[in-house]
């Protein structure tokens, strides 16, 4: 069976058998989904229509925000329309677009993340030229070279993957289209493949990582010299969300992906896949918002204009 025919149908195995586990897993996805999309799209629209919104970080803010939207929608529907429907076959194209647009909202995750944390940097270490440095046709062209880079790095790897051959199995052993359990049904010669997306992890974590650290080094080192301690105070809070957030996507992929074999783990995997793909974009929101008097006002005010609009 080779995967270049259109009608090659890959068999997804899930989380579990269990019928009460999936109900309760059906019931958590679905609310958490909803918490994500509910969530993230209030920071889209207040980043939006807030006129105290309209800054850099905010605007990095709004498109992180529909990242994560764009990263969870890839997995989670289709995975509650499975446990939903008992439906768990996927097509090859299917797959291999999920596949996809998961490396590609992934990396480019971790790229934007570099990009805020360059934004904290200017803001806190040059605030003067902050509105000079940071313009919005800067920060434009800082989200496009985020999303070109991405695809510089994620299209050689997945071109090798889409060349794979499925002669064995069918069988996915996930509940999405992930590399490792791929790479364990593929009768190809994967080793060549398997240290080139290890290279690829490693030295695109090691850059981003490296430069989220510098960012925050200078910014300490800047903060430490503040004569206020109000002043550090604040100015650490600013970037304590955005710290959170790197800690849990860089951990998070660290515990999955950056590993010899791709082949290894797949079923701790699982777990921490749906734990990444529904709890973490859902999470990240209220780690930005209930930690900034800015956007939480901004709520306060549009809750007040959309009462106001109601009762009229």
């Known amino acids: 069976m ?24 059906l019931v958590f996805l679905f609310l958490t989904y909803f918490l994500c999309i509910f969530g993230n799209l209030a920071i889209i629209i207040l980043t939006l229509v807030d006129s105290h ?3 850099p970080m905010y605007f990095f803010l709004r498109n992180f925000s529909v990242l994560e939207v764009s990263f969870t929608s890839v997995s989670i529907p289709r995975f509650l329309y499975t446990m939903a429907t008992g439906d768990n076959t996927m097509t090859y194209n299917a797959c291999f677009t999920q596949l996809f647009f998961v490396f590609f909202f992934s990396v480019t995750e971790f ?25 919005n046709r800067v920060c434009i062209r800082i989200l496009m070279g985020c999303i070109m880079l991405t695809l510089i790095i994620v299209i050689p790897p997945f071109t090798l993957v889409f060349d794979l051959n499925f002669c064995d199995s069918n069988i996915i052993d996930h ?17 060549f493949l398997e240290h080139f997306v290890f290279i690829l992890a490693v030295l695109t974590l090691l850059f981003t990582l490296g430069c989220v650290t510098m960012s925050y080094t200078h910014i300490i080192r800047t903060i430490l010299r503040f004569p206020s301690a109000q002043q550090r105070t604040k100015a650490f809070s600013t970037c304590s969300s955005h710290i959170i957030v790197v800690s849990i996507t860089y951990g998070s992929c660290v515990f999955i992906y950056i590993k010899p074999s791709a082949k290894e783990g797949v079923a701790m995997n699982k777990v921490a896949a749906v734990l990444i793909t529904s709890v973490a974009p859902v999470m990240n929101p209220f780690i930005y918002t209930l930690r900034n008097k800015q956007v939480i006002q901004a709520f306060k005010d549009m809750t007040k204009r959309i009462a106001a609009i109601s009762k009229t």
């Open 2 to 25: 080779k995967n270049h025919t259109t009608s090659t149908i890959f068999i997804l195995v899930g989380l579990t058998d269990d019928p009460n586990l999936q109900i309760l897993l």
């Open 111 to 135: 790229l934007l993340l570099t990009a805020m944390s360059y934004d904290r940097y200017v803001a806190i270490c040059k605030p003067l030229h902050y509105m000079t440095i940071m313009s």
């Open 53 to 55: 919104l309209q800054t």
């Open 175 to 191: 509940f999405g289209c992930d590399v490792g359990p791929m790479l364990k049904i593929t009768c190809s010669d994967t080793e």
